[in-house]
C-alpha cells in the first residue's frame, strides 16, 4: 500500500506495571515486526475532574507530537465498532444532541483515523488468538468506577439481550448523524463564514437575516459555528437554544462564559467580550 509504518505505546504513569507493559510491546514490535517504536511516557496527576478524560488529551497531545517529529501524516489508533456503541449510549445518557450521536469520527481532521472502527472486539480479539499475538489490556477496562466501564460491562449486555444486533445499530446512527453533521457544518461554513473573515476577535455582529429564514437546525449549527470561532468557547445547549431565540425576538441577550455576552440590536446579532460602559454597543443595547 506504500506506507510506512512506526509504532508508538504511551505510559499514562497512573499503574506501576504500565511501564514495562510499554517495554514489552515494544520488544515484540521490533522482534516480530521490525518496525519503528517510540516509547510515550506521560505523568498525569490523579487528582482533578475526569481522570479518563484527561489522560486522553494527554495521549492524543503525545502522539500528534511525535507524529510531527517524525514526519507522520496519520495517527492510527485501534478504536473497535463496540467503542463507538458505547460512546453512541454514554452521549445519550449524557443528554447531548442530535449530532454529538456522530461519536466517534473514523478520520479526522488532524490525522488521526481508525481502521479497525467497523470491526467488532470480539473479532480482534479471535484475530489475535488465531495468530498468537499478545494481549496486554489495562485493568482500568474492568473498573466499574468509571462510567464507560459500566456501560460496556452492565448497560450494553443488558440492551443486547433484547437485540443481538444493538452493537452494529448504534454504530450506523453514528454513521448517520456524522452525515447530518457534515451536511450541515457544509450550508453553515457557506452562512457564517464570509462574516468572519477580518474580524477582530473581541467582538463580532452576525445580521439577523443570514439564519433567520433558515431551518432551525442549521440555525443552531450557524449560531454555534460563529460564536465558537468568535470566542473560542463551544456553546451548551441551553445557551444556542436562547440564541436561537433571539433570531425570532426583537431583543434580548445571552450570557456566555468568560465574560461574553450575545444580544440582538435591531437587525443585528452582536458577541462582546467584558463588554464597557462606553461601548457604543452598549449604549445602543441599553437605549
Known amino acids: 500500500m506504500g506506507i510506512q509504518l512506526s509504532v508508538a505505546a504511551v505510559d499514562h504513569g497512573l499503574r506501576p506495571e504500565s511501564a514495562a507493559e510499554v517495554h514489552q510491546v515494544g520488544e515484540w514490535v521490533q522482534a516480530e515486526l521490525g518496525l519503528p517504536f517510540y516509547a510515550l511516557h506521560l505523568s498525569l496527576p490523579r487528582e482533578g475532574a475526569s481522570l479518563q478524560a484527561r489522560a486522553r488529551e494527554a495521549r492524543y497531545a503525545a502522539l500528534r507530537s511525535l507524529a510531527t517529529s517524525l514526519g507522520a501524516q496519520r495517527i492510527a489508533v485501534g478504536h473497535s465498532?463496540?467503542?463507538?456503541?458505547?460512546?453512541?449510549?454514554?452521549?445519550?445518557?449524557?443528554g447531548n444532541g442530535l449530532l454529538s450521536l456522530s461519536a466517534i469520527d473514523p478520520g479526522r481532521e488532524d490525522g488521526v483515523i481508525r481502521p479497525l472502527i467497523d470491526c467488532r472486539r470480539g473479532e480482534l480479539r479471535s484475530y489475535a488468538r488465531r495468530w498468537r499475538l499478545p494481549v496486554l489490556e489495562d485493568p482500568s477496562n474492568r473498573d466499574p468506577r468509571f462510567k464507560r466501564v459500566r456501560i460496556r460491562h452492565e448497560l450494553l449486555p443488558m440492551l443486547s439481550a433484547e437485540n443481538p444486533n444493538l452493537v452494529p445499530h448504534l454504530a450506523n446512527l453514528a454513521e448517520e448523524a456524522r452525515a447530518l453533521r457534515t451536511l450541515l457544518d457544509t450550508q453553515a461554513r457557506a452562512l457564517v463564514d464570509p462574516t468572519l473573515e477580518g474580524r477582530e476577535h473581541r467582538a463580532a455582529c452576525l445580521p439577523v437575516k443570514l439564519l433567520k429564514s433558515a431551518a432551525p437546525p442549521l440555525q443552531?449549527?450557524?449560531?454555534?459555528?460563529?460564536i465558537e470561532a468568535t470566542t473560542g468557547q463551544r456553546p451548551g445547549r441551553a445557551q444556542l437554544e436562547a440564541a436561537a431565540d433571539l433570531l425570532q425576538r426583537g431583543a434580548g441577550e445571552v450570557w456566555l462564559r468568560a465574560g461574553w455576552s450575545l444580544w440582538r440590536v435591531s437587525d443585528e446579532l452582536h458577541l462582546e467580550q467584558n463588554p464597557s460602559p462606553s461601548s457604543e454597543i452598549v449604549h445602543r443595547r441599553q437605549k
Not at 465498532?81 to 445518557?93: I, K, Y
Open 220 to 226: 443552531s449549527e450557524g449560531l454555534r459555528r460563529w
Open 81 to 94: 465498532q463496540d467503542d463507538q456503541a458505547e460512546t453512541v449510549l454514554e452521549r445519550l445518557l449524557r
